[in-house]
């Protein structure tokens, strides 16, 4: 059984940084493709940002520049640092294993 499980959200000050972190059990994680996807209250589930086994990397164009996905394949565990926030970013943040397998989500809130 493969479960990603997320850590990492809070609240934010804009302009602040997180680190987001998904640790996923059960599973040969370095073949996978995996991404990290969100969804703000009223609004789709869309994909942030993905990174393939070779760790090609793909960005949605609202966080270009800002956010950058990374993994750690000995420690099985997927990353996402968010820098500059902004209002926007606001969303429940979910962990994605091959575009099968999710996390819970991990609430991120941009405010002052």
């Known amino acids: 059984q493969v479960q990603p499980v997320e850590s990492g959200g809070g609240l934010v000050q804009p302009g602040g940084s997180l680190r987001l972190s998904c640790v996923v059990s059960?599973?040969?994680?370095?073949?996978?493709?995996m991404g990290w996807y969100r969804q703000a209250p009223g609004k789709q589930r869309e994909l942030v940002a993905s990174?393939?086994?070779?760790?090609?990397?793909n960005y949605a164009d609202s966080v270009k520049g800002r956010f950058i996905i990374s993994r750690d394949n000995a420690k099985k565990t997927l990353y996402l640092q968010m820098n500059s926030l902004k209002s926007d970013d606001t969303a429940v943040y979910y962990c994605?294993?091959?575009?099968?397998?999710w996390g819970q989500g991990t609430q991120v809130t941009v405010s002052s």
């Open positions: 059960g599973s040969i994680f370095s073949i996978y493709t």
């Open positions: 994605n294993v091959q575009t099968i397998w």
């Open positions: 990174i393939t086994s070779i760790g090609l990397t």
